[in-house]
């Protein structure tokens, strides 16, 4: 099984070398907080109880799932719950939350990289806490000032957690389908009744309370997705103190039979007539939830930088310890029976593929990181503006492409295995089959791709686009006098022209056909990732160009970054290429087969 160790040093790169997160929080609102200082014991803190308490549980989650009693109850795996409880004692789950509600108020962005640590540590068991704080988002967006009172407290203190009970079993992603219903009662609730699945962390022992944001209908609403509304549902009622009750008429039917992630408990649930209430308007449910959602892709695209983090640490021990082979250019190890693997080329392309992705991504999540904290408290509405549209544009691509990427390197710690790959007790297989889900849940890749070009791109002429390829413009046209950064700067300013324009070509085709949209999405958000990508890789190697040259700090470090920028320059950006051809090839190809010529 890989032993997680946290890359303090690459984390403090990135948050202190390249985005500056001490400026950042120093420009926010109450931000000062966020001293160095304490930031720095806060990292020390969560990596020593990521590295210390979750790792060592990770396969045993694996191996022993979640259980289910014939009440309905439900059993984590051996270690969880002392593992939550130390978590609640730590005083983890308040970190980034509201004061006023016994949160410690510290930026949102803080908890997103602890997150980071814990999801590479224990995927599974993160997810328990992590559900939890997009249901605090959402009651702090919608909540009336009476439900956050009564709901909040807890579950900012970690006594409760929360889910998100949005599909069904005949909706999928389509939510405008649901049939769940509310009714209303005279003393203002309403009665909750219908099925939810794949519903995370739905039933568990960890907490006193579960407090469930559920999607219905009220009686009479419009049909799709213009007629749903949200309630919160807690699985225990809860009296004027917050004190728990009796048990509400929410149940899980059943744990879901999962490929991974098997130590989180995904259940189908079931309301019987539960006693719920209403947040936000009537029939304006789905844009409250978008609150929890939109939390929840940020999350998810953490799995992506956990997959690939994980699956490299594991990957690059095996590479430096495993004797295999001779070197085709000669004995690197001329005392022992063979070379260890890392000396191979096809080797160390899998390790600096894996590497590339989990820096390259952590860059990229860490700036989304700072835009959601400006978006949320920046000093004014013209800062948050900027903010949350730079955000809106980003997500899909963090969620989808981190994703994707996450996973091609967890296949790749697999191979660097070889048949040990293959093999339970190593854990890397583990890891492929955990972060398999990321492409699916919070929106499938295909959703995230439509979302990006068509509601994002499109829908705004182009402008959520530009916010971002001006960043990108900004920092080219700065290194046009730095000769060293040559061989980063001129391919990342042809690519982020050939940006806008393949954007127009697809544009100009959607007039005549709006299927092409759909055919160039996941190719148009791909592309897009790795244009990134590409940019937050110059950053990083302009920053380690310069201390190099000013002869500061870990130069070992510092040059490593260079040679993995270069790597991914010449082996990873010129992917863009075949998602341009395939972007040009249009529907066409995808339509020229009628649906009842596809034959067995």
């Known amino acids: 099984m890989p032993e997680y160790k946290a890359p303090l040093k690459d984390i403090e790169f990135v948050m202190n070398e390249v985005l500056d997160f001490e400026q950042h929080y120093a420009n926010l609102p109450g931000g000062d907080e966020a001293s160095p200082d304490l930031v720095n014991a806060i ?18 989650g694996d191996q022993q799932g979640c259980t289910r009693h014939e009440d309905g109850s439900v059993t984590t795996p051996e270690g969880f719950k002392d593992a939550y409880s130390q978590y609640v004692e730590g005083g983890w789950p308040s970190l980034a939350h509201d004061t006023e509600y016994g949160g410690q108020g510290l930026p949102e962005s803080l908890s997103s990289i602890i997150s980071e640590m814990v999801g590479t540590s224990n995927w599974s068991w993160g997810m328990y806490p992590g559900l939890s704080h997009g249901c605090m988002n959402t009651l702090t967006s919608h909540g009336t000032d009476e439900q956050k009172q009564a709901y909040l407290p807890k579950l900012i203190s970690g006594e409760w957690t929360g889910t998100m009970c949005l599909t069904e079993p005949h909706a999928g992603t389509d939510l405008g389908l649901l049939r769940t219903k509310a009714e209303p009662n005279e003393d203002g609730s309403y009665n909750i009744t219908g ?3 794949f519903i995370s962390s739905g039933e568990h022992d960890m907490s006193e309370n579960i407090i469930h944001i559920v999607l219905a209908r009220l009686p009479g609403a419009p049909a799709g997705t213009k007629g749903i509304s949200l309630f919160i549902v807690p699985k225990f009622n809860i009296d004027g103190e917050s004190n728990t009750l009796d048990q509400n008429a929410v149940t899980c039917g059943s744990i879901e039979h999962k490929m991974g992630i098997h130590g989180n408990s995904t259940c189908v649930m079931n309301f019987d007539g539960a006693k719920g209430f209403l947040i936000g308007a009537e029939n304006r449910g789905l844009n409250c939830m978008f609150t929890f959602m939109n939390s ?8 992506g930088l956990a997959a690939a983090e994980g699956s490299f640490q594991g990957a690059l021990a095996y590479a430096k310890d495993r004797l295999q082979m001779r070197s085709l250019s000669g004995a690197k190890n001329p005392e022992g029976a063979a070379d260890p693997i890392i000396v191979h080329p096809d080797v160390r392309r899998m390790l600096l593929t894996q590497k590339a992705f989990a820096e390259g991504n952590r860059a990229m999540l860490y700036f989304g990181a700072q835009q959601n904290d400006i978006a949320h408290n920046g000093a004014t509405p013209e800062a948050r503006k900027e903010a949350s549209d730079l955000l809106s544009f980003l997500t899909p691509i963090m969620k989808a492409f981190m994703t994707e990427t996450g996973y091609e390197a967890a296949n790749h710690g697999v191979q660097c295995f070889g048949g040990h790959g293959f093999i339970q007790e190593w854990g890397m297989e583990q890891i492929v089959r955990d972060t398999r889900i990321s492409m ?27 916010n971002f390829t001006k960043i990108v413009h900004t920092f080219v046209k700065s290194q046009s ?4 950064m040559g061989e980063f700067i001129k391919p990342l300013a042809d690519l982020n ?18 299927d092409e949209v759909g055919a160039a999405s996941v190719d148009y958000l791909m592309y897009s990732g790795y244009v990134s990508l590409a940019y937050f890789w110059a950053k990083m190697a302009d920053v380690a160009q310069r201390k190099l040259a000013e002869g500061e700090g870990d130069a070992a470090f510092y040059q490593a970054k260079i040679d993995t920028a270069r790597f991914y320059y010449a082996r990873i950006l010129p992917r863009t ?15 020229a087969i009628d649906s009842e010529h596809f034959a067995f």
Do not use: C
Not at 296 to 303: E, K, P, Y
């Open 43 to 60: 990292l020390v803190e969560a990596a020593k109880f990521s590295e210390e308490v979750l790792s060592p549980l990770n396969q045993i």
């Open 195 to 197: 099925t939810k699945i």
């Open 296 to 303: 929840a892709r940020i999350g998810t695209a953490i799995q």
């Open 440 to 466: 699916l849940y919070e929106g499938t890749t295909g959703v995230q791709a439509l979302d990006l070009l068509g509601r994002k791109v499109l829908m705004t002429q182009g402008e959520l686009l530009k």
């Open 481 to 484: 006098e730095n000769e060293a």
């Open 497 to 514: 022209k050939q940006w806008g324009e393949v954007t127009m070509e697809i544009g100009m085709k959607a007039m005549q056909d709006q």
């Open 577 to 591: 290429l075949s998602h341009t051809a395939m972007i040009k090839a249009g529907n066409s190809t995808l339509a």
